[in-house]
C-alpha cells in the first residue's frame, strides 16, 4: 500500500466497493485525463444517511454525511483508475447538492466535510473548485449529493 491508500489507512478509512448506480447512467466516465464521477449519496451500514438541513439535520451531521459521499467519490476513482488509486493527480471540481430548507444558507459549511477530508487524504492534490448549492429534495430524502471531476495519469 502506498500513497494515497496509506494515508487513508492512516485515517482508519478503508474505500468501500465503488457504489453500482441506481438508475439509467454510469458511475464515471472517463475522458482523456479527466474522470467525471457521477453523484454520490452518503451510505453507511447500508443505509441512506437522510435528512433536511435545516429542519432535522445539523450542519455538523450534514457534514459528516459530504464526508460519505467523498469517500465514495474516492472509491469511484479508484475503479476509473483500474484499482490504482495512486493515478489520481488532483481533484478539480466538487459540485455539491444539500437536501435543505428554503432558508437555510450553510450550505458551503456542509460541504466542507467532503471538502477538508480530500484535503486531509490528497494534500494540495485535493484542493478544487467547488459549487454547493441548495437542493428542495434529494433522491432517497439522503442530505447530500456530491459528483466530482478529477484529474488521472
Known sequence: MSGFEARLAELGITLPDAPAPAANYVPWVKSGNLVFISG?????DGGFI??????DMSV???????????????????AAC??????LRRVVKLTAF??????????????????????????EAGRH??????????PFGVAVEIEGIFEVA
Not at 454520490?40 to 453507511?44: A, E, G, N
Open 60 to 78: 455538523e451531521d450534514g457534514a459528516a454525511a459530504a464526508k460519505l459521499c467523498a469517500i465514495s467519490l474516492l472509491a469511484q476513482v479508484k
Open 40 to 44: 454520490q449519496i452518503p451510505m453507511r
Open 129 to 138: 473548485s467547488r459549487s454547493a448549492v441548495s437542493a428542495a429534495s434529494l
Open 98 to 123: 444539500v437536501n435543505s430548507t428554503v432558508d437555510f444558507g450553510d450550505q458551503p459549511k456542509v460541504v466542507n466535510g467532503a471538502s477538508d477530508f480530500l484535503v486531509e487524504v490528497l494534500g
Open 50 to 55: 437522510t435528512g433536511k438541513l435545516g429542519a
Open 82 to 87: 483500474d484499482g490504482d488509486l495512486d493515478r
